[in-house]
């Protein structure tokens, strides 16, 4: 059985899709069969992020009301042979469409055929968002070194503590721009993580080539695998697949507290 | 004047019914021949295919069902269609849509889904994550980003022409073709896109549209 993992904020623009879509293909490059699932219906775009826009037929409010099976509805990456699939999120619905108990199913479903299902969950605390997280195992939190993001990831982390995940949650810093952190005027690293209090699990610099990659539809993990944010994101997969890998992407002295991280515990037993 | 006519034309037979009369007079006449024709006869005899002719009148169905059981009641004769000189309004409006052509001149932005009924001549874009749907076939002018449907939702005579080289799928019917699959080099303003006999979508250029889909017209029953 696979575990579902959310990818949060509460801010849109933070880098939700990109961190889904990348984490995705760093765990396919570590050799796992990977689900990724767009739950920002009305405006989806993980699709489009990860090259397959074009070949989305059926979408996750086709499989919830049962107009087509959920294996027939998912999107295989022509690339990564049969490792890497993809539900698209619908773009005529809304996140009212979302019901929560098919939602159940279909997760528990994908979850008996894949290593990992990684939800892309939609900005904001709305229906889309309680529906991720009422399906997810654990949640990775996305923020920016920038105090709204901050913010908006506190309210977040309590509506996900009121959620008890049975893997908890995890942390990740997107976008950190290693100049303004040496001058001082960017948030510092260990001021989000005590902010946040939630383990820390990875840190990804901001490059401009995330971008320019993805306007492709491709992404830094598959194209230019050492690129400083690729880097973090092969970094972010294997240290939820278990390794005890420092989190030095900035010469940082902390590292996730492994007595309490759910994905040391799953791997190490 | 009689109400009921018996007529053989070509290798049919034609029941006609006179619409100057009441129809009330025209079952009773109905009965009162096919009991005539009973008569003379034989007993053991297959039924025979009857064409049931209204002229210048539309039957409405609860009509039409009393002269089918008229009909089926002698077992001489069995209804196999109904014709008649006149159309009903929504009949005409049926064929009309079919053979109207669209001409869609605007930008389609993601997400949204736009229908035609009949065939379409596209001069607009059709941006990505966006969808067009004809009932017939769509010409393609403008640029396509998003997927086209023809033929939406089964009609297999649909064709798609013009240069679909951006597009993210066409479809035709109930078929499914992803563009990036396709051989991209051989896709031009001049391709033509149809189901085949084997109920595929298949490629070819439009000079030959006219020995691979003759185009049909209205025709008058």
Request: aromatic share 6%; charged share 25%.
């Amino acid at each position: 059985m696979g575990t579902s993992i959310v990818v949060t904020s509460g801010k849109g623009g933070v880098g939700k899709s990109t961190t889904a879509a990348n984490l995705g293909l760093a765990l396919v490059h570590a050799g796992k069969r990977i689900c990724v699932v767009d739950l920002d219906v009305g405006l989806r775009n993980l699709d489009t992020i990860l090259g397959l826009s074009d070949r989305v037929i059926y979408d996750v409010i086709d499989v919830i009301e049962n107009r087509v099976d959920v294996f027939q509805a998912l999107v295989q990456h022509p690339n990564y042979e049969d490792r890497l699939y993809l539900l698209a999120a619908s773009q005529s619905a809304t996140q009212g469409n979302l019901n929560i108990e098919r939602m159940r199913e279909i997760i528990t479903d994908l979850k008996t055929a894949f290593d990992f299902v990684i939800l892309d969950c939609p900005a904001g605390i709305e229906r889309g968002f309680k529906a991720a997280i009422a399906v997810a195992d654990s949640a990775l939190i996305v923020t920016t070194p920038e105090i709204a993001a901050v913010s908006d990831a506190d309210r977040v982390v309590g509506l996900l503590e009121d959620a008890h995940l049975p893997y908890g949650m995890h942390l990740v810093i997107n976008r950190v721009r290693v100049q303004m952190l040496q001058n001082g005027k960017s948030m510092d690293i260990q001021n989000i993580v005590d902010r946040l209090s939630v383990p820390l699990i990875g840190v990804i610099v901001d490059d401009d080539e995330v971008i320019a990659t993805s306007n492709k539809g491709q992404s830094v993990v598959a194209n230019q695998s050492d690129n400083p944010a690729a880097v973090g994101y092969f970094h972010l997969a294997h240290r939820i697949l278990g390794e005890n890998i420092p989190l030095n992407e900035i010469d940082m002295e902390k590292s996730v507290d492994k007595k309490n991280g759910f994905w040391y515990r799953m791997f190490h037993h | 004047m009689k109400s009921v006519t018996l007529k053989g034309k070509g290798n049919k037979y034609y029941l006609e019914i006179n619409s100057d009369e009441s129809f009330s007079q025209t079952l009773v006449e109905l009965k009162s021949l096919l009991e005539k024709l009973k008569q003379t006869m034989p007993k053991s005899v297959k039924k025979t295919p009857i064409v049931l002719d209204t002229q210048y009148r539309l039957l409405k169905d609860e009509q039409l069902e009393q002269i089918q059981k008229v009909i089926s009641k002698f077992s001489i004769f069995e209804l196999q269609q109904v014709v008649s000189q006149v159309w009903s309004r929504q009949k005409v409006k049926q064929l009309l849509n079919r053979s109207f052509l669209n001409i869609e001149t605007r930008i389609i932005r993601s997400g949204k889904v736009v229908d035609y009924q009949g065939n379409l001549l596209l001069l607009g874009n059709v941006h990505k994550g966006a969808v067009i749907r004809a009932q017939g076939d769509i010409y393609v002018a403008g640029q396509v980003d998003g997927i086209i449907h023809a033929g939406y939702p089964d009609n297999n005579d649909a064709i798609i022409t013009g240069n679909i080289r951006r597009a993210s799928q066409i479809r035709i019917s109930d078929l499914i073709q992803i563009v990036a699959d396709m051989d991209q080099p051989k896709l031009t303003q001049h391709s033509l896109f149809y189901i085949n006999d084997l109920h595929v979508i298949a490629e070819d250029k439009i000079t030959n549209l006219h020995d691979i889909k003759p185009r049909r017209e209205i025709t008058l029953e």
